[in-house]
């Protein structure tokens, strides 16, 4: 119990101190207002990911790359979410590139 609160607060840790300062929200001492509310927010994420037996919810540095696209608020992230929602075909085409089904390839004749 002790590693898993570790991993995930040293990760969160270093992945929130470091979004938020691409993002300009440290203070002029390096402090990151509102701090507790962003942990807390995490930790409760990664606890009800593991009641629900999703794999580990947390902050990822990926979301770096919305930042650098003008994204602070969260709402980058709800649209690139609307966009599968509202077109399941296309969506389905983006998971898998392939379309599915392999032509006709019957997974016993490879021998």
Known sequence: MFTFFFVDFFDATGTLVGLASRAG?????????????TFASDGLAAMFGALLGTSTTTAYIESAAGIEEGGRTGLTALRCRAVPARDPALAAGLADPGGGDRAGADPGSAR
């Open 25 to 37: 929200y440290l203070d002029a001492n390096g402090d990151m207002p509102r701090s507790r509310r």
